[in-house]
Protein backbone atom coordinates (compact mmCIF):
# COMPACT_ATOMS: atom_id res chain seq x y z
CA UNK A 1 0.00 0.00 0.00
CA UNK A 2 1.36 3.34 -1.00
CA UNK A 3 0.14 6.98 -1.94
CA UNK A 4 0.53 7.04 -6.02
CA UNK A 5 -0.32 11.08 -5.65
CA UNK A 6 -0.47 14.06 -3.72
CA UNK A 7 -3.50 16.33 -4.76
CA UNK A 8 -4.03 19.98 -3.58
CA UNK A 9 -5.75 22.61 -4.66
CA UNK A 10 -7.22 26.43 -2.91
CA UNK A 11 -10.91 27.65 -3.66
CA UNK A 12 -11.78 29.15 -6.81
CA UNK A 13 -14.64 30.47 -8.89
CA UNK A 14 -16.63 28.51 -11.69
CA UNK A 15 -19.37 29.42 -14.05
CA UNK A 16 -21.95 26.68 -13.34
CA UNK A 17 -26.02 26.83 -15.12
CA UNK A 18 -25.55 30.37 -15.01
CA UNK A 19 -24.32 30.69 -11.35
CA UNK A 20 -20.62 31.80 -9.95
CA UNK A 21 -19.68 28.59 -7.56
CA UNK A 22 -16.66 28.58 -5.19
CA UNK A 23 -14.82 25.01 -5.47
CA UNK A 24 -11.53 23.57 -4.39
CA UNK A 25 -13.09 19.91 -6.22
CA UNK A 26 -10.14 20.47 -8.72
CA UNK A 27 -6.73 19.27 -7.26
CA UNK A 28 -3.26 18.83 -9.06
CA UNK A 29 -0.66 16.61 -7.88
CA UNK A 30 2.24 18.06 -5.99
CA UNK A 31 5.92 16.92 -5.45
CA UNK A 32 7.73 16.97 -2.46
CA UNK A 33 7.14 16.14 0.97
CA UNK A 34 3.89 17.86 1.78
CA UNK A 35 2.88 18.89 5.39
CA UNK A 36 -0.42 17.57 7.03
CA UNK A 37 -1.88 19.76 9.56
CA UNK A 38 -5.57 18.82 11.85
CA UNK A 39 -7.93 20.61 8.76
CA UNK A 40 -5.78 19.83 5.90
CA UNK A 41 -2.78 19.71 3.75
CA UNK A 42 -0.25 22.77 2.90
CA UNK A 43 -1.71 24.03 0.11
CA UNK A 44 -5.21 22.97 0.33
CA UNK A 45 -8.35 24.69 1.57
CA UNK A 46 -11.72 23.44 1.20
CA UNK A 47 -14.29 25.83 0.53
CA UNK A 48 -17.52 24.89 1.48
CA UNK A 49 -17.05 24.15 4.91
CA UNK A 50 -20.88 22.47 5.96
CA UNK A 51 -20.26 19.21 3.74
CA UNK A 52 -16.40 19.03 3.38
CA UNK A 53 -13.32 19.17 5.44
CA UNK A 54 -13.44 19.95 8.90
CA UNK A 55 -11.76 17.41 11.97
CA UNK A 56 -13.37 14.12 10.23
CA UNK A 57 -12.60 14.88 7.03
CA UNK A 58 -9.54 16.92 6.78
CA UNK A 59 -8.62 14.18 4.14
CA UNK A 60 -10.10 12.63 1.21
CA UNK A 61 -8.47 9.61 -0.21
CA UNK A 62 -9.45 7.71 -3.51
CA UNK A 63 -7.94 4.53 -4.70
CA UNK A 64 -5.81 4.41 -7.92
CA UNK A 65 -7.14 0.93 -8.19
CA UNK A 66 -10.64 3.25 -9.83
CA UNK A 67 -8.96 4.96 -12.45
CA UNK A 68 -8.86 2.51 -15.12
CA UNK A 69 -12.74 2.34 -14.68
CA UNK A 70 -13.56 5.91 -14.90
CA UNK A 71 -11.44 6.37 -17.80
CA UNK A 72 -13.50 4.08 -20.08
CA UNK A 73 -16.71 4.86 -18.21
CA UNK A 74 -16.37 8.36 -18.85
CA UNK A 75 -13.73 8.46 -22.24
CA UNK A 76 -11.69 10.28 -21.07
CA UNK A 77 -8.30 8.38 -21.48
CA UNK A 78 -6.36 11.25 -19.66
CA UNK A 79 -8.07 11.15 -16.55
CA UNK A 80 -5.21 11.63 -14.21
CA UNK A 81 -4.75 11.75 -10.17
CA UNK A 82 -7.23 14.21 -8.69
CA UNK A 83 -9.83 14.63 -10.77
CA UNK A 84 -12.23 13.69 -8.32
CA UNK A 85 -11.28 16.28 -5.72
CA UNK A 86 -8.60 13.71 -3.85
CA UNK A 87 -5.88 14.46 -1.63
CA UNK A 88 -4.40 11.28 -1.83
CA UNK A 89 -4.52 8.51 -4.39
CA UNK A 90 -3.52 5.51 -2.91
CA UNK A 91 -2.62 2.08 -4.34
CA UNK A 92 -3.80 -0.77 -2.24
CA UNK A 93 -6.89 0.72 -0.30
CA UNK A 94 -9.89 -0.20 -1.76
CA UNK A 95 -13.24 0.32 -0.47
CA UNK A 96 -14.34 -3.09 0.27
CA UNK A 97 -11.15 -3.89 2.95
CA UNK A 98 -11.01 0.39 4.52
CA UNK A 99 -12.87 -0.08 7.69
CA UNK A 100 -13.86 2.63 9.22
CA UNK A 101 -11.88 3.04 12.55
CA UNK A 102 -8.74 1.89 10.52
CA UNK A 103 -5.65 3.87 11.30
CA UNK A 104 -3.02 4.60 9.25
CA UNK A 105 0.69 5.78 9.25
CA UNK A 106 1.69 7.61 5.91
CA UNK A 107 5.27 9.65 6.27
CA UNK A 108 5.42 10.82 9.83
CA UNK A 109 1.64 11.38 10.01
CA UNK A 110 -0.92 9.81 11.38
CA UNK A 111 -4.82 9.07 10.43
CA UNK A 112 -8.01 7.56 10.98
CA UNK A 113 -10.30 6.29 8.32
CA UNK A 114 -13.67 8.45 9.18
CA UNK A 115 -16.27 7.70 6.56
CA UNK A 116 -17.00 7.06 2.71
CA UNK A 117 -17.35 10.45 0.50
CA UNK A 118 -20.66 11.59 -0.67
CA UNK A 119 -20.54 13.38 -3.69
CA UNK A 120 -22.07 16.89 -3.89
CA UNK A 121 -23.26 18.62 -6.97
CA UNK A 122 -19.75 20.12 -7.49
CA UNK A 123 -18.47 16.76 -9.26
CA UNK A 124 -20.62 17.28 -11.71
CA UNK A 125 -19.28 20.51 -12.13
CA UNK A 126 -15.47 19.13 -12.44
CA UNK A 127 -16.95 16.77 -15.44
CA UNK A 128 -19.24 18.74 -16.70
CA UNK A 129 -21.97 15.85 -16.83
CA UNK A 130 -25.06 15.41 -14.76
CA UNK A 131 -25.33 12.13 -15.26
CA UNK A 132 -21.99 11.81 -12.67
CA UNK A 133 -23.04 11.67 -9.45
CA UNK A 134 -25.71 8.99 -10.59
CA UNK A 135 -23.04 6.89 -11.68
CA UNK A 136 -20.69 7.60 -8.77
CA UNK A 137 -22.92 6.01 -6.41
CA UNK A 138 -23.78 3.15 -8.41
CA UNK A 139 -20.39 2.36 -8.66
CA UNK A 140 -19.93 2.07 -4.97
CA UNK A 141 -16.26 3.65 -5.67
CA UNK A 142 -16.77 6.54 -3.14
CA UNK A 143 -13.38 6.82 -1.67
CA UNK A 144 -13.17 8.06 1.68
CA UNK A 145 -12.27 10.38 4.53
CA UNK A 146 -9.46 10.42 7.10
CA UNK A 147 -9.27 12.70 10.48
CA UNK A 148 -5.78 13.65 11.25
CA UNK A 149 -4.21 12.19 14.24
CA UNK A 150 -0.85 13.45 14.27
CA UNK A 151 0.53 15.91 12.18
CA UNK A 152 3.35 15.19 10.09
CA UNK A 153 4.69 15.81 6.58
CA UNK A 154 3.89 12.87 3.42
CA UNK A 155 5.46 12.30 0.53
CA UNK A 156 4.09 10.74 -2.95
CA UNK A 157 5.79 6.97 -2.48
CA UNK A 158 5.40 6.83 0.67
CA UNK A 159 4.23 3.36 2.39
CA UNK A 160 1.12 2.96 3.83
CA UNK A 161 1.07 1.07 7.20
CA UNK A 162 -2.39 0.29 8.13
CA UNK A 163 -3.47 -1.14 12.01
CA UNK A 164 -7.40 -2.29 11.75
CA UNK A 165 -10.13 -0.26 13.63
CA UNK A 166 -12.91 -3.22 13.21
CA UNK A 167 -15.39 -1.27 11.99
CA UNK A 168 -17.65 -1.93 9.35
CA UNK A 169 -15.88 -1.21 5.45
CA UNK A 170 -16.27 1.73 3.74
CA UNK A 171 -17.98 -0.34 1.40
CA UNK A 172 -20.51 -1.60 3.53
CA UNK A 173 -21.45 2.28 4.92
CA UNK A 174 -21.54 3.82 1.63
CA UNK A 175 -24.28 1.33 0.85
CA UNK A 176 -26.33 2.26 3.60
Not at 46 to 57: M, N, Y
Not at 89 to 112: M, N, P, Q, W
Not at 125 to 152: H, K, Q, W
Amino acid sequence: MKIVSINVGLPREVAWQGRTILTSIFKEPVAGPVRVRRLNLDGDRQSDLTVHGGATKAVYVYPAEHYPFWREQLGEPDLAPGAFGENFTTDGLVEETVRIGDRLRIGSAEFIVTQPRLPCFKLQLRFGRLDIIRRFLRSGRSGFYLAVTREGEVTAGDEIALAPGGGMTIAEAFRR
